[in-house]
């Protein structure tokens, strides 16, 4: 066995991610980052950006879940929503789950990835680019949003890692464009990396969003594939509404969400607990 047959993810200096790959199915250097998109024999398909692993079909529900329900159904009524990223089009999937969603605004940096994303990803953007209600816009996501004011219920940040080219996407001046960029009640939700490796960049993100927000709140979940699976998310605005489990509850059922793979309204409430070794982070 050749270690062609797997796509292996840097984690840290010294803890890789090996996934053995049973087809290779496209390679690319595109103008902004290197795309590899695999057939793997056990998590099927992985696309994979700069080296990083950006879903497998086996758990990317677990992460788009995570990053969109928490947010969306903490609003009365999402009808205009922004997504900064997320080319694979798992996140503008979960969004269309709800109906009152009237447009999506879509922001990917990348147009070889939404390429070979539409075209090799079928079961995870499920038709998403064909949506009448998604509007797709080709543009670096803190260049397309300083222009909007007052706009958006929502703003899912759908980036890679907090480190290198997607920096200014959790950066002071990006967050101040969405905090302007938000109706008054709107709110931004973002992923922020492993708190168990990337201590630094998890803190960093906390700090920069509260100089910005009056409220921000992280949550966790469980993505395997991700460095060490557990996951970071922010939540952030000028009021974050308190829901308990029946709020979501019915708020799911008002809207006909059934069928999650991670989320519900247990693992939402469940996923603000925060251990201390991550509290600590955030002091
Ligand atoms: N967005 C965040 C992926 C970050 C994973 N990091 C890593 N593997 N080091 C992924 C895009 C999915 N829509």
Same mark, same amino acid.
């Given at each position: 066995m050749s270690e062609d047959d797997f796509f292996t993810e840097k984690q840290t200096d010294g803890v890789h991610l090996s996934l053995k790959v049973r087809r290779w199915l %496209?390679? /690319?250097?595109?103008q902004y980052q290197e795309l590899v998109l695999a057939e793997t024999t056990e998590l099927g398909r992985l696309l994979a950006l700069d080296g990083k692993v950006m879903l497998t079909e086996a758990d990317e529900a677990f992460y788009h879940e995570m990053l969109v329900h928490p947010t969306l159904l903490s609003l009365d009524n999402p009808q205009l929503v922004a997504v900064i990223g997320g080319g694979d089009g798992g996140t503008v999937r979960e969004?269309?789950?709800?109906?009152?969603? /009237?447009r999506v605004f879509w922001v990917e940096i990348d147009e070889a990835v939404l390429n070979a994303c539409k075209e090799l990803l079928p079961s995870v953007h499920r038709g998403a680019f064909d949506d009448p209600r998604v509007e797709l816009v080709i543009a670096p996501g803190e260049e397309w949003l300083p222009k909007f004011r007052e706009t958006f219920d929502a703003i899912?940040?759908?980036?890679t890692d907090p480190i290198?080219?997607?920096?200014?996407?959790?950066e002071p001046p990006f967050f101040q464009a969405c905090? /302007?960029?938000l109706k008054r009640d709107g709110i931004l939700s973002l992923q922020c990396g492993t708190p168990f490796y990337f201590r630094d960049e998890v803190r960093m993100v906390w700090r920069n969003l509260k100089q910005v927000f009056e409220q921000v709140k992280l949550y966790l979940g469980f993505v395997p594939t991700y460095p060490s699976g557990l996951w970071a998310y922010a939540i952030?605005?000028?009021? %974050?509404?308190? %829901?308990?489990a029946a709020d979501l509850h019915r708020r799911c059922q008002q809207r006909g969400l059934t069928n999650f793979r991670y989320y519900s309204p247990e693992v939402h409430i469940a996923s603000f607990a925060l251990p201390p070794f991550v509290q600590e982070l955030l002091q």
């Open positions: %496209l390679r /690319q250097k595109t969004i269309l789950r709800h109906p009152s969603v /009237q899912i940040v759908d980036g290198g080219p997607a920096l200014p996407l959790f905090r /302007q960029a952030a605005g000028n009021f %974050l509404p308190n %829901l308990d």
